[in-house]
Each structure stands twice: as structure tokens, then as C-alpha cells.
């Protein structure tokens, strides 16, 4: 009977002892949030490319009349490519109309690249699968938006509900997070990006 229960108690050890280890740690999570949090500038810089970049991954969702995307569906969205796609975008032009072009085409892609050079993304550290839904604000369009941001004017916030799944080398196990982050910029004229109401798988 004895040697029942010490068996019977290891066997519950050894399922039990995956899961323990499965929960991701403070720092899985803070890679998952920044990286959700670098995908959502990069595919805002995409969309305001003219005409848009497509991002390998990432598909806009966009209403019948709409000129800005109601959500952005995210498979397998890798954050290394991300910066490669951006970094090919960004080489140094032969004289300033060029330059001027460049940065006329995508009045945010050197804003997206900052945080994905930040942060150091390679091919495979971290990939995104799930969905990316925005409130732009209201009377918001695409003119009106790309005004603010060739002009410099202060952005409103922006909201972005996420339900994004993480994967990659960068982290010890999954990580999925649903909740909302801002997009706006500072006082100071920063673009800056703010968690909100974030759980972490379910809880």
C-alpha cells in the first residue's frame, strides 16, 4: 500500500511538474509585452507608408469606407524580420531629395526601427500569433493622422486591444497576452508606447 502511494505520488509529481515550469517568469513576460508593444508601432509606421508596407505576418482588417484599419491580424509575426524590412527601408540616400522622399513615404518607419534596433530583434527570438483591434479616436482618419505625424503635432492616444500570443528563443515557454496598450506621443514629442490592464495566460 505504502509502495502505491509513493508511486501514485510521483506519478502526480511528474505531471504536475511540467506545468509548474511552463508558467513564464517576469522576464518572459516583459520580452512578450515589448514585443507586442514594438509590433503594434512597427504595422502603425506599416500602414502609414504610401502606399502601405506590408509586413510579412501581419494582415490589416479594414471596414467598407474606412481610411484607417479596424484591427490587425497577426501569424506568426516575426519581430526579427520586422527590423530586417525596416532596415532595408532605411538605407542612406545619394542626396537629400532622395532622403526626403524616403522619409515622405514613411513618416514613422524611423520611429519603428528605433524600437526594434532598441531591442535588438533577430530572426526567431520572438514571433506573434493573434489579434491586434484600434481605436483611433474619434473623428480620426488617415489624412488627419498623417498630418499630426509629418507636422510633428502631439498624436492622441491611440488604442490597441491585443489577444497575442508569443513564441520564440527569446523566452522559456509560450506567453499569452490579452489586454490594451496607448500609442501616443509626450510632452516632449516622444512616441511612446503604454501598457494597460494586461493579463498574462488568463491570469
Keep these: 500500500m505504502k509502495q502505491r502511494i509513493i508511486g501514485f505520488f510521483l506519478i502526480l509529481l511528474v505531471i504536475l511538474f511540467p506545468l509548474t515550469a511552463a508558467k513564464p517568469s517576469e522576464r518572459d513576460i516583459l520580452i512578450a509585452v515589448t514585443a507586442i508593444s514594438d509590433a503594434t508601432i512597427a504595422n502603425v509606421a506599416a500602414f502609414l507608408n504610401t502606399p502601405a508596407l506590408n509586413l510579412p505576418g501581419s494582415v490589416f482588417e479594414k471596414e467598407v469606407r474606412a481610411t484607417l484599419p479596424k484591427a490587425l491580424e497577426l501569424k506568426e509575426a516575426d519581430l526579427g524580420i520586422y527590423r530586417k524590412t525596416y532596415q532595408s527601408l532605411n538605407k542612406p540616400q545619394s542626396n537629400f531629395l532622395l532622403s526626403l522622399l524616403q522619409s515622405a513615404r514613411g513618416p514613422l518607419n524611423d520611429v519603428a526601427l528605433l524600437f526594434l534596433d532598441t531591442h535588438e530583434w533577430e530572426v526567431g527570438h520572438v514571433s506573434l500569433t493573434g489579434r491586434v483591434s484600434t481605436d483611433w479616436g474619434e473623428g480620426v482618419t488617415l489624412a488627419s493622422l498623417m498630418s499630426k ?9 491611440i488604442e490597441a486591444v491585443v489577444d497575442v500570443k508569443a513564441i520564440g528563443t527569446r523566452l522559456s515557454t509560450d506567453v ?3 489586454g490594451s496598450f496607448l500609442l501616443f506621443t509626450d510632452q516632449e514629442g516622444y512616441f511612446v508606447i503604454e501598457p494597460r490592464q494586461l493579463t498574462v495566460n488568463g491570469e
Design 149 to 157: 505625424v509629418v507636422t510633428g503635432e502631439a498624436i492622441d492616444p
Design 176 to 178: 499569452s497576452i490579452r
